[in-house]
């Protein structure tokens, strides 16, 4: 008997198996022509020129090489920047090394000013692009200190102290910098934006990670509570920050845009829409009332 309950399930799992593979199509999806668009970043600093950098987007599907990405750097652009005051820069396309994507437009005119207004203007491929950004007044740090975050391998954060002025919508970003190690400010890891939604007049604390030049790629460290090394700083480092205010279209990219980054493609995470201020293209055009200082990790 049991030996024709065997027989009996084995044609049965067959059957089903052959089921499934008869049920097999092969379905084709005609996707419609990509449409390239034009992408732009660009933001100007207090005491510091504009920058843009201006390029075409690309077909996931595209094949690529040498030509086909010098292709999306868009080199003949015309850039300005007008500031409050009707002073107009024309950004000039060049080289910048210490820049983490070294081809770029910048200014040779115009420096950013507390409380400013700058209005940036882009002619090319026969379209006019516009988008307008401001400088807020910087906010003041009350203290910032070292958080031991690995106690074995002597690494940790830095933490940023201050209170948030109370009855204004106040949106932050900090940056960092290893002297030796970066050749540029990057934004702090795990999500470099804030606001003070839930802190309107209230002290704040703010984490400083050592941030990464790309986000291509997942941290390589094994292990859960090694995972994240990359991300701390140690002793020994020398740490230049900055901390700035930003005007809300500004923030609200790049709180979009972390959102998108930091979700890494889950497929379980519902995508968000990365909100554009720039009219004519996607991307930002934003300013940074910022301010700048330096601290030294020591671990007895």
């Not at 049991?2 to 996707?31: D, H, N, P, T, W």
């Not at 400013?116 to 203290?143: C, M």
Request: aromatic share 16%; charged share 20%.
């Amino acid at each position: 008997m049991k030996k024709y309950r065997l027989l009996a399930f084995s044609i049965l799992g067959f059957f089903i198996l052959f089921l499934l593979s008869s049920c097999e199509k092969e379905i084709q999806v005609e996707l419609p022509p990509y449409e390239r668009k034009i992408v732009v970043e660009g933001w100007i600093d207090y005491d510091e020129y504009p920058i843009v950098f201006l390029t075409r987007s690309s077909d996931y599907f595209a094949q690529y090489n040498e030509a086909a990405l010098m292709e999306m750097i868009i080199q003949d652009a015309l850039v300005t920047v007008t500031n409050h005051h009707g002073d107009v820069d024309t950004l000039q396309f060049g080289f910048e090394n210490n820049l983490a994507f070294p081809v770029r437009y910048k200014g040779q005119r115009i420096k950013g000013e507390y409380g400013g207004i700058y209005q940036l203007r882009i002619v090319t491929d026969d379209k006019l692009i516009s988008a307008t950004t401001s400088i807020p007044q910087p906010f003041d740090i009350d203290s910032v200190y070292y958080v031991e975050q690995e106690p074995n391998h002597k690494k940790g954060i830095l933490r940023l102290k201050f209170r948030d002025q109370a009855g204004v919508n106040n949106y932050y970003r900090v940056f960092s910098k290893i002297l030796g190690k970066h050749s540029s400010f990057i934004p702090t890891w795990g999500g470099s934006v804030t606001d003070d939604k839930f802190f309107d007049g209230r002290e704040m604390l703010y984490d400083i990670f050592q941030g990464r030049s790309t986000n291509i790629g997942n941290p390589q460290n094994s292990g859960d509570s090694l995972r994240y090394l990359e991300f701390f700083f140690g002793n020994g480092d020398t740490v230049i920050y900055k901390y700035a205010s930003m005007d809300y279209e500004h923030f609200n990219f790049w709180t979009t845009a972390e959102w998108e980054i930091n979700a890494g493609g889950n497929p379980f995470i519902s995508p968000s829409p990365v909100r554009t201020n720039i009219d004519g293209a996607i991307g930002v055009w934003g300013g940074y009332g910022s301010r700048i200082d330096t601290f030294i990790v020591v671990i007895p």
